[in-house]
């Protein structure tokens, strides 16, 4: 197929979209407002939605009287690549939205292709749209740059669009320079503070989707320690709760807090007093965690395990069969906690996670509105009363991510000024631990000793939100020319909503978990393999040395087949020694016994650390000396 014939299908089919009721407000009002935008210009533009306003339709509606072409939707990785294709493919029509909204019916179109390895140009000739995700236009020597004409694009539709002042996204739109461009986001920034690339089409705030039942209603629940007691240099400080405020503005203090066994503890017991609120609905509910670093992500599911919840990690370095075995476990409520290290982003919807649990800092507003919009899709969709589908994000205040709750709670208010003085605020970027690069120490700067907490501060998002707002929330509907009971929405049901909103600041009672002491003995167990491993990442990080590599195979004979194996092995009888046992006898061990073991990982590193430098050195000296 050529332009001319698409466009032709583009518009000349009659697709029904204004007097459907099956679509949403977001979906209907933003596919107007494109078509009305690129009336008056074809510079590029983006479109803000919350995450479960149906992004995805809208992108499926958008082509429908503006592609003079072929359309290409780009997205950010393959799992939201595979979404997209799923939505618009006609192919299946239990699942494609133009069918299951009653867009219209589909027989000759759109015809969709996605862009893999072992796609072909005939493949993209013979589709309306192309979904790809940016990988696919990496590259210097890029193989569809080198087949694809410039102009074989009409128009590009960017999904998750924060991302679309990347270069790989520049390169990307410089080269079709003849289509139009439209961004999907929810949120205009990125992690690095850059803003998303165009103009803004069109924004639906998250208060009024809250309001009318597109996306769960949130609280922020917060640990607000009356005491907490740490050393730091060989000095023992105890702070009160102004103090510990104060001093969270400092980055050494926040990160402190994040890696604490005790401040980790304390999250845990009030993300589980969350999620057995919620779960008194009745349907599956789940916990997802932010962790710094797989090490620390290992600590958070030991203590989850010590309180008899089902955790998982999942990070970067796990094989992607081992990724999707994990997913498929949270999908089908076998896991009742998920502890993610950057993974479970964009594109990773699951209705049942309705407990955020934050146990690190976040350094930028964007990568902190993408980690909650993981629980504000509904968890009960039949049920359109916000109890059936409230969610909370649980914090500690010492974490300092308090400011992008108030940032976030800010968006609707007045977009332009937010943002520009954001932008002008000097905050710094999203600064994140790499996996890759494991810190040289694991020994804590700051270790907390102990923390009194005996309540929690909860705040609402729609906390502000009166009668006269949800009125005016309906003229606005009216005024744009829709009904609000076409969508579903009275008076009434808005404020039945506003019910669940909570005051303005509230406090609540901590809950005091009991964990068994064999449980305790069992979720220290389950750390002995993790921190091993840490301990040789380090190791390997301080010698740069290469995982696989085979530096250390004739240093240590008989102990593993390259770097890494060889270094968990000394660290596991490194940690036999600290407990006092030979090799085959951990299932004998106490719980002060593994304790022991887990309090000497950072000299363990430091030990084989000295080894390792010896026998280099020793080997390096042979060689010479044989030269």
């Known amino acids: 197929m050529d332009n001319a014939e698409i466009q032709e299908f583009f518009y000349g089919t009659k697709v029904n979209i204004f007097t459907n009721s099956a679509l949403r407000e977001p979906q209907v009002a933003g596919y107007q407002a494109t078509l009305d935008y690129f009336s008056r210009t074809s510079e590029p533009g983006y479109i803000q939605l919350p995450v479960g306003t149906r992004k995805t339709g809208l992108m499926g509606l958008t082509p429908f009287g503006l592609a003079a072409g072929r359309v290409l939707i780009v997205t950010p990785n393959l799992v939201i690549r595979q979404t997209v294709y799923d939505a618009l493919d006609i192919s299946r029509p239990d699942r494609c939205f133009y069918v299951l ?32 995700n940016i990988q696919q236009f990496s590259g210097s020597n890029n193989r569809w740059y080198e087949r694809l004409p410039s102009d074989y694009f ?41 803003i998303v690339s165009g103009n803004r089409i069109y924004h639906y705030g998250y208060t009024r989707a809250m309001l009318l039942g597109f996306i769960s209603p949130i ?98 370095k796990q094989t992607e069969e081992e990724q999707e075995t994990i997913k498929l476990a949270l999908s089908n409520g076998l896991i009742d906690v998920i502890v993610h290290v950057q993974m479970l982003g964009e594109g990773f919807d699951l209705g049942t996670l309705s407990v955020a649990a934050v146990f690190r800092p976040f350094r930028s507003l964007s990568p902190y509105i993408q980690f ?76 907390v000793l102990n923390e ?28 744009a020319g829709f009904d ?13 909503r506003l019910q669940m909103a909570a005051a303005a600041q509230r406090e609540v009672p901590s809950y005091q978990a009991i964990a068994q002491p064999q449980k305790r003995k069992e979720a220290l167990r389950l750390r002995l393999m993790p921190e091993a491993r840490a301990i040789a990442d380090t190791v390997v990080n301080r010698f740069n040395l290469s995982h696989g590599g ?3 195979v004739k240093a240590f004979p008989g102990r593993g087949q390259n770097n890494v194996v060889i270094l968990i092995a000394l660290a596991s009888a490194a940690q036999n020694k600290a407990m006092g046992m030979d090799s085959g006898e951990r299932d004998e061990a106490s719980e002060a016994q593994i304790q022991a073991a887990i309090d000497a990982s950072a000299d363990i590193a430091d030990t084989l650390s ?18």
């Open 219 to 316: 609280e922020a629940v917060y640990v607000a320690p009356e005491t907490l007691t740490f050393t730091m240099a060989g000095e023992t400080r105890t702070y009160s709760l102004p103090q510990v405020l104060e001093m969270r503005e400092h980055d050494w203090f926040s990160r402190g807090i994040a890696l604490s066994d005790v401040c980790n503890r304390s999250i845990v017991k009030a993300t589980i007093r969350q999620l057995l609120e919620v779960r008194q609905q009745g349907t599956p509910r789940q916990i997802i965690a932010a962790a710094c670093s797989i090490r620390h992500a290992n600590q958070i599911r030991a203590l989850y395990h010590e309180l008899n919840l089902r955790a998982e990690v999942i990070h970067s």
């Open 452 to 479: 009194s907490v005996e309540r929690y501060i909860q705040r609402g998002f729609l906390k502000e939100v009166d009668q006269a707002g949800v009125q005016m929330i309906l003229l606005e509907i009216r005024n």
């Open 101 to 132: 909204r009653g867009v219209f019916q589909p027989v000759n179109g759109p015809y969709v292709s996605m862009l893999k390895p072992n796609a072909n140009i005939h493949d993209c000739d013979s589709a309306h749209i192309v979904v790809a």
């Open 610 to 627: 000295a080894l390792v430098r010896s026998k280099l050195g020793t080997r390096r000296r042979q060689s010479n000396g044989k030269a």
């Open 154 to 194: 009409a128009l590009i539709l960017v999904d998750e669009g924060h991302h679309n002042v990347a270069e790989t996204w520049r390169r990307l739109f410089t080269y079709f320079t003849s289509a139009r461009v439209v961004s999907y986001t929810g949120t205009p920034l990125r992690a690095d503070g850059q």
């Open 484 to 496: 609000p009971l076409e969508f579903g929405l009275t008076e009434e049901v808005m404020l039945r």
């Open 550 to 552: 085979g530096d250390l």
């Open 372 to 447: 909650v919009g993981r629980i504000l899709r509904l968890a009960n969709p039949a049920n359109p009363l916000p109890m059936a589908n409230r969610v909370f994000l649980v914090s500690h205040v010492g974490l300092n991510d308090e400011r992008w709750w108030a940032d976030f709670t800010n968006f609707d208010k007045d977009d332009q000024q937010f943002f520009a003085a954001y932008l002008g605020s000097g905050e710094e970027n999203e600064v994140s631990e790499s996996e890759n690069s494991p810190r040289l120490t694991l020994r804590p700067f700051m270790r």
